[in-house]
Structures are given as C-alpha cells and as structure tokens.
C-alpha cells in the first residue's frame, strides 16, 4: 500500500517561507509524475507544481519565482520550497504520486498566511 505523508505547514506571515515535504512509504522513483495541489475555502483544488521523474517541473504563474518543487529519491521525499509567501497562498496543500496510471494522495496539511 502506497502511503504519502505531508508536513512543514503551519501560520507564517506575508513575506515568510514554508517547506513542505512529501515522505513517500516505497520507492519514490516508481513514480512518473508528482505534484502538489493546494485548495482554499470555497474554491477548486488547482495544481500548485509538478515534477517529473527526469526532473523537469511545471508551475502555475502565480507561484513562478516563489515555489520550488523538488525530489530526494534517495530519501523518498518530494518539498515544495514557498517563498514570498502571500495571503492568497493561504490553503490545504496536498501531493500527490502517479504510479502508472493511479494517482495516490496524501492527507493534506494547512497553510495559513496571515499577519
């Protein structure tokens, strides 16, 4: 069973930085495509970033030059680096592994950016 685990969130103020992690139980190089989404209140879960198993990553433009997406396949772990951080950034983000065709999900963790 494929598990995904995120932490690092939490409250920061406007201007701060985040990390967050993605620990993957296996082998997080099995996994074509990882990514991270993110959903505020009342609205559409959108896709944050994503990374590649060859390393080539995606962003949405609200994030570009503030988010860094990155994998540790020797640690089984997948970050996203946010910097810059705004209030709209504020949301539940979640990662998530595509293992051939099945999308795997992790729970979830709250960021907050407020003053």
């Known amino acids: 069973q494929v598990q995904l685990v995120e932490s690092g969130g939490g409250l920061v103020q406007p201007g701060g930085s985040l990390r967050l992690s993605c620990i993957v139980s296996?082998?997080?190089?099995?996994?074509?495509?990882m990514g991270w989404y993110r959903q505020a209140p009342g609205k559409q879960r959108e896709l944050v970033a994503t990374?590649?198993?060859?390393?080539?990553?995606n962003y949405i433009d609200s994030v570009k030059g503030r988010f860094t997406i990155s994998r540790d396949n020797a640690k089984n772990t997948m970050y996203l680096q946010m910097n810059s951080l705004k209030p709209e950034d504020t949301a539940v983000y979640t990662c998530?592994?595509?293992?051939?065709?099945?999308?795997?999900w992790g729970q979830g963790t709250q960021v907050t950016v407020s003053s």
């Open positions: 998530q592994g595509v293992l051939g065709f099945v999308g795997h």
């Open positions: 296996g082998s997080i190089s099995s996994f074509n495509r």
């Open positions: 990374i590649t198993s060859g390393g080539n990553t």
